[in-house]
C-alpha cells in the first residue's frame, strides 16, 4: 500500500494480529478490496462474478438462506456449477437487493451453448498443465526403468584377514553392482542372507589366498584340500530369482575380473582361465521361446488394460483431492473442456503405451507376432481405452485411493482369477516369520533395552498380522485351529507381558537376554531337533501316535535347553527358568489344546519311546516347527470345544 502498486494481493492479512488492530485493519481494508469470503460475512454487501458476469449481490446472511449453505465458499460454488445467469437490480433508495433471474428459455439456450462449445485457450492451458505434470514423471521413468539392479547388499566372512588374494577378491567387487557388507562370522553371515539383510553371504577360508596361490602355480598337481580351500563357498537368497541371477552373474564377472589381475601379475595369459566356449546366438526356438510367444499377448492386453486404468483414476483422483478440479470449474472451465483434456492427455499415453509395448517386445525381444501389426496396435489402443474409461469411472464414483486399488483389485481378479495368495514363497515367509517370533532357538537377538524391545514388539506383531493373513486364507481344520490358538497366544504374551510397560516379566526378559543371545548357538540345536523329529513324524504310520510324539518332542527339547544353558557361561538357573517361562508362554494354549495327557513329569512320554528321525540340511530344514505340524495335522478332524 505504501508503494501503491497497481495489484495488491492479500491472504489472511490479519492473522496473528490483536482483535482490535484486527477489526480497524480489516475496516480499512474493506474500502480496498474484498479478498476472503469468509471474512466477507461481515459486509453488508457481496457479490459474485463468473466469467465477467455478476451471479449473484446481496447481504451474505440473505444469500446463505436463499441457497441453504453454511458459508459464502458454499454460495459461490453451488452459484457456478448451476451455470446460471442472475441478473442483479439493485434499487439505490432502499438497501433492500432485488435479485432476478434471466429468462428460462434464455437460461437453458445459454446452458445448451456452454455444454457444446469449448473455449480452447482453456483447453489449451490444461493441457500445458498435464504436460508440465507429466514431463516430470516421464524423466523419473527413464530414469528407473530397464537398468540393472545395483548395489546389492552381499554379506562377507573372511577368515582369512591378512591373505593377499582374499583381499584383492573383495577390492575387485564393483560397489555398485553389489555392497560389502563385513560380518564377524559365517553364522552371522548368513543369518544376515535368511532375514532378508543381504542376497548373499560369501565365505573365504582361513587358508584362501595360499590354496589359491598353490593352484594357480600348478594346477594339474594341486590337491583336493587345496582345492576345497581356494573355494569362495556362497550362500544364496534365491527367493527372487531376478535379483539372485544377477547377484551370481556379478559375482562370476568380479571373478573375471580378478583373475585378469591376478595372472597379468603372475605373468600368465589371462584368457587361458577364461571359459572354453565361444556362444553365437543364431535366433530363439525351443520350448521356453514357445512358451514366451504364448504367455505374452495375455499379459500384455492385461498389462495395456490395467495401467491406463490405475493412471486416469489416480490422476482424477489427485484432482479432485488437491481441489484442482474445483479451482478450475470457478475459474470458468466447463465440464467439456476437463472432459477434453483427460482424454486427450490420457489417450496419448494409452496410445504411446501401445507402440512401446508391442516395439519391446515383438521388435527388441523378438517374440512372434503372426499377423498384422498394425490390427494387434488397434486391438491394444482400443483396449487401452476401455480400461481408461474405467479408471475415470472408479475416480468419479470412489472417494479415496484405497477404495480405488480394492476395486481395481476386483477387475483384476475377474480378468486373471490365476492368482494364488498360497503360493511357496509366501510360505517360507510364513516359515521364517514363526520362527523369528519364537526367537530362542534361532539367531535372532532377544531385545537388552527398551528401545531394542519397542522394535522387537512391533516386528513381532507385523509378523503376526501376516501369518494371520495365511491362516485365514490359506488353512483348514484342525492346521487353521492350531495355528489360529498360536497367534492368539503369542499376541496375547506380547501385549500383557513382554511389550507392557514396566511389567515384571519384562524386567526378568532383559535380565535373561543375554544369556539367549550368548548361547544361540546351543539353543538352535535344541530347536533343529524339534523340527527334525517333526519332519520325520510326518511319514510315522501309526496316526494315533503322531501327536503323543510332538508332545514328547517339545518336553524334550526344553530339556535340552536347560542343559545348554548350563554350558553357557551368562547363564544361570534363573535367567535359564525365565527363557523357559516365556517360551512356555508362547506355546501352553496349543499344548492344552493337544497333549491332553502328554505332559512334562509324566510317565506317559517314557513309555511311548523315541519318535522316528530324519537327518536334515541347513537347506532342506524349515526355519520353524510349523509347518511340520500344519502337514502332519492336515488328515486330522477339528477338535470340537
Known sequence: MIHTPALLMLDEPTVGVDSLIRCRIWQHLLDLCQNNKEEAQGAHTVGFIYEGKLLAQSNPIELQHQYQCNTLEEVYYKLVSNQADITVHINNNTHRDNMTTSDNTAHLHNTDVQILCANWRRVRTLLWKAWLRTRAIITILVWVMGRDPNRMPVAIYNADPDGELAKQFIATIDNRQLQVVHYPSNETAVMAVVDGQALMALKFGPDFSNAMTAKLADPLR????????????????????????????????????????????????????????????????????????????????????????????????????????????????????????????????????????LLVTFYFYGLTMVGDPALALLLFIIVGFNGMLTGTLLALVYDGAATIMKNNNNINNNINNNTKECNIRVQQKVDTNFGRIFTIGTYRKMPENVGQMRRYCQENMDMLNFIKNYTDKCLEHLPKQVSSVFIYTEQKTLFDTVCKKDSKQRRDLFKASPCANAGANEFVKCHHNLIDAMVALKSAKDDRLKIPYVCCEYWKVRACMVHSGKRVEQCDNKKVDTILKYIDSLTDNVLDLLCGDYQEGTDKCYRLGDAPRQALTRLTRSKSFLFPVIEMLKDFPNIQG
Open 222 to 357: 594341486v590337491s583336493d584340500d587345496d582345492l576345497a580351500d581356494s573355494e569362495i563357498r556362497a550362500a544364496v537368497d534365491a527367493s527372487d530369482q531376478v535379483l539372485a541371477t544377477f547377484g551370481q552373474l556379478y559375482l562370476v564377472q568380479t571373478f573375471y575380473k580378478f583373475m585378469a589381475n591376478h595372472t597379468k601379475h603372475i605373468g600368465h595369459n589371462p584368457l587361458a582361465y577364461g571359459l572354453p566356449i565361444s556362444t553365437h546366438i543364431t535366433h530363439g526356438s525351443g520350448g521356453a521361446q514357445y512358451y514366451r510367444n504364448y504367455a505374452a499377448p495375455s499379459i500384455l492386453i492385461q498389462i495395456q488394460y490395467i495401467l491406463p486404468m490405475i493412471g486416469q483414476a489416480f490422476a482424477l483422483l489427485g484432482e479432485r483431492l488437491m481441489v484442482t478440479l474445483d479451482r478450475d470449474i470457478c475459474a470458468g472451465v466447463r465440464p467439456l473442456e476437463i472432459l477434453i483434456t483427460q482424454l486427450s492427455v490420457h489417450g496419448a499415453h494409452v496410445v504411446a503405451q501401445s507402440l512401446l509395448s
